[in-house]
């Protein structure tokens, strides 16, 4: 088993929203690990606890209780940070300078030798080569999110945080920024990603943690969450026969939608070739069988809608 990079164990963290006595609990007790040389989804809705969580990880806030370590150092402690690249979801940068100079500046900060050398490499790496006389005011979203990666990769660090990465791309931005991002796996370097754009995070992460109203509700890898339950299959078919439609309604307890002179059907997986062949034997025409993969969008919706059933609970 690989290395724990994050270690996250009974997290609490309460705000006090006014000048009054009163807390709200922001964090209620989360726990969870990231491993080495992974891509690990932190998700959650709005108000969740995400950027909270975050925070503390990065010493920008104290947790009211629990504990949490990075490279198995405190995150109170402040030499290890050295190891650590942080873009924040709001990053603010002098859009007066250019891209070569942003980075040179940070490069300088971070007290990176060879600075020049290492612009180059970071540039070329976020695909800004070319832009990198230009000044930050005339860059895209896009490309400033590029920018913010290759300054929290200036000093070369172990473990990279990104705070909603994709947060305001357009599809190309969002492309660009998932390869840079598996490209940093492949480097060797572990990436924590704090986001709600639920089908980044099935396209990159190896493994994923919802948090929901300040708790885990889930934790594991992808795979595990989009393997769960028993295998089904889609199924479009043409031209059924009433008769066969009810046979196959009954017969597999399946739940039959006509759309545009067709009837989709989900079953069984072990099923599908029993169901196909009553739709052939009544002369149906079958237009696609599709295995059907769990969602992570559904196993998202599920956590949040327990909750709120909860919350609604006397």
């Known amino acids: 088993m690989s290395a724990e990079i994050v270690r996250v164990e009974d997290l609490i963290k309460d705000f006090r929203p006014g000048f009054g006595l009163r807390r709200k609990r922001v964090l209620d007790g989360i726990s969870f690990q990231v491993r080495e040389q992974e891509i690990f989804g932190f998700i959650g809705p709005n108000g969740a606890g995400k950027t909270t969580t975050l925070k503390v990880l990065m010493g920008l806030v104290r947790a009211t209780s629990g504990s949490a370590s990075i490279l198995g150092h405190d995150v109170s402690e402040t030499a290890f940070r ?12 002098y859009d007066y300078l250019t891209g070569c100079e942003i980075l040179r500046f940070y490069a300088n ?17 976020v695909g800004l080569s070319d832009a990198r006389n230009a000044r ?8 400033l999110q590029r920018i913010g990666i290759a300054q929290a990769l200036v000093h070369d660090p172990m473990v990279v945080f ?3 990465p994709m947060s305001g ?7 660009q920024v998932r390869d840079l991002i598996l490209r940093l796996r492949a480097e060797g370097k572990t990436v924590f990603m704090n986001t709600h754009i639920l089908s980044d995070v099935e396209m990159v992460c190896d493994r994923v943690a919802i948090i929901v109203g300040g708790q885990i509700r889930y934790e594991g890898a992808i795979d595990h969450f989009l393997g769960a339950g028993e295998p089904e299959a889609d199924l479009v078919l043409a031209n059924v026969p009433a008769e066969a439609a009810v046979e196959l309604e009954e017969r597999f307890g399946a739940q039959l939608r006509g759309h545009a002179g067709r009837v989709e059907l989900r079953i069984s997986e072990k099923d599908t070739s029993a169901a196909l062949r009553v739709a052939l034997e009544a002369a149906a025409e079958v237009i696609s069988v599709t295995p059907h993969r769990v969602s992570l969008e559904s196993v998202f919706m599920a956590a949040v ?6 919350e609604e609970c006397p």
């Open 136 to 143: 930050l005011r005339t860059y895209s979203k896009g490309m």
């Open 162 to 164: 990104l705070d909603e």
């Open 109 to 125: 900060l971070s007290g990176v030798r060879k600075r020049a050398d290492r612009v180059d490499q970071l540039l070329e790496l």
């Open 82 to 93: 050295r190891q650590i690249g942080f873009l924040p979801e709001n990053p603010y940068f």
């Open 169 to 175: 791309l357009d599809p190309v931005g969002r492309k």
């Open 305 to 310: 809608e327990q909750v709120s059933v909860r």
